[in-house]
C-alpha cells in the first residue's frame, strides 16, 4: 500500500493532501519546515515505511521508520500543529488555517483502518513525501 502526501508550505504549519492509490483520504498537518530540527519542523520530503503501533496517551496510531536525525515521528489526531505536534503528522478532516485542521479522530479512524486492511494482507506500508509543485501544476 502506498500513501502519498503532497505538502504545501508556509512560515507557521505546513498543510498537506493524503492519498491513497490516487484517491483523496485526508488532509494533513504539520509544523513547518525548519531545517529537519527536532520537535519544531516537520519531516524532510521522501520515502518512509509505515507500521501500525500502540501506546497509552495515543492509543492506535501509525509511526514512521528510518527517519533521518529523528525518531519517535507518529501520525496521531491533533488539530493545530504548533500546539500539539512536535514533528509529527496529524490527519484532519477539514482544514480550518496553515497547520490547523479539524475532526483528526475521524480522519485517523480512516487512515487505521486502511492501514489495518493492508497489514492483514501482509502489504508493506509505505509513505511518500512529495512537495506540492504549483509550478509545475501552472504549465499542465
Given at each position: ?29 504539520e509544523l513547518p519546515w525548519n531545517n529537519n530540527k ?32 529523528r525518531s519517535f515521528i507518529l501520525f496521531h489526531p ?45 502489504e508493506q506500508i509505505l509513505l511518500t513525501i512529495k ?10
Amino acid at each position: 500500500m502506498e500513501l502519498v502526501l503532497h505538502r504545501a508550505y508556509f512560515k507557521e504549519g505546513t498543510n498537506g493532501a493524503l492519498f491513497n492509490s490516487g484517491k483523496f483520504l485526508c488532509h494533513t498537518i504539520e509544523l513547518p519546515w525548519n531545517n529537519n530540527k527536532r520537535n519544531i519542523s516537520c519531516i524532510p520530503e521522501g520515502t518512509y515505511e509505515v507500521e501500525p503501533r500502540f501506546s497509552k496517551r495515543f492509543k492506535h496510531h501509525l509511526i514512521l521508520k528510518a527517519v533521518k536525525g529523528r525518531s519517535f515521528i507518529l501520525f496521531h489526531p491533533a488539530n493545530d500543529a504548533l500546539k500539539e505536534l512536535q514533528g509529527c503528522i496529524a490527519p484532519v478532516t477539514y482544514l480550518s488555517g496553515v497547520g490547523k485542521g479539524i475532526y483528526s479522530k475521524n480522519a485517523m479512524q480512516k487512515l487505521l483502518s486502511l492501514v489495518y486492511q493492508a497489514k492483514d494482507r501482509k502489504e508493506q506500508i509505505l509513505l511518500t513525501i512529495k512537495s506540492q509543485n504549483h509550478e509545475h501544476l501552472r504549465t499542465l
